[in-house]
């Protein structure tokens, strides 16, 4: 099994709807990240939390919000989607002073 | 001015090439650098770590030069199986002492046979 998941792996949603991404981790990370990646943009990171406590905006925040629900569990919310938020959206974690992350599989995100 | 620039590339190279890809960034208090690969449509994946004194992990050697603030990328004897987006990867200091890397845009690689 895969140590980090995220579901839905594809999803297309209308404007104005709101949708939740979930995350899980079996790999015992404190910290866990949400990303977006858009061609030519590279990822860019919306949210992170280094424990289930600690909730951090990161440089594109607006317009999501997320969830740390458990140490293994971290879900982005979009409260009303717009045609701009399609793009694929990983979630990661990492533990230690390295940084090293780990990914999920991504969500494909289109909003209509 | 980015804080992480790559060239974007495609770098096209015949198998067996070497190739090699440079990284700049621009916060001098930055201590952690990275290479990640990511194949399309995938997520990305540590290929490896950088080290001040430099490091090699077969075919792939990773330097870091602090004073110019770059990092590089090594391929030797590159394989069809290289092909893909290697992805320069800093952390980046945040004002509060917590820190969160920095993900360059990526440089394509497409090795051809």
């Known amino acids: 099994d895969a140590d980090v998941t995220q579901t839905p792996r594809n999803r297309i949603t209308k404007t104005g709807k709101r949708i939740m991404l979930e995350c899980s981790q079996t790999?015992?990370?404190?910290?866990m990240y949400w990303y977006r990646q858009d061609p030519g943009l590279g990822l860019r990171l919306i949210y992170y939390s280094f424990d289930v406590k600690d909730i951090n905006k990161g440089e594109i925040s607006d317009g999501y919000s997320v969830s740390r629900q458990a140490q293994a569990k971290f879900s982005l919310s979009l409260e009303s989607a717009i045609p701009n938020q399609t793009a694929l959206y990983f979630c990661?974690?990492?533990?230690?002073?390295?940084?090293?992350?780990?990914f999920g599989p991504g969500t494909r995100l289109l909003v209509l | 001015r980015k804080e992480v620039e790559q060239d974007p590339g495609p770098f096209n190279v015949p198998e067996g090439a070497t190739v090699a890809f440079n990284c700049t960034y621009s916060?001098?208090?930055?201590?952690?650098f990275f290479w990640y690969r990511q194949d399309c449509r995938k997520e990305p994946k540590l290929l490896m770590s950088v080290y001040s004194s430099g490091n090699e992990d077969g075919r792939f050697t990773a330097q870091l030069n602090r004073a110019s603030q770059y990092i590089s990328l090594l391929i030797r004897d590159s394989k069809l199986s290289d092909s893909a987006t290697y992805l320069c990867?800093?952390?980046?200091?945040?004002?509060?002492?917590?820190?969160?890397?920095?993900f360059g845009s990526g440089t394509r690689l497409q090795v051809q046979p």
């Open positions: 790999k015992g990370h404190d910290r």
């Open positions: 990661a974690t990492s533990v230690g002073q390295q940084e090293t992350q780990y």
């Open positions: 990867v800093v952390n980046v200091p945040e004002d509060t002492g917590r820190r969160a890397l920095t």
């Open positions: 916060n001098s208090a930055s201590q952690s």
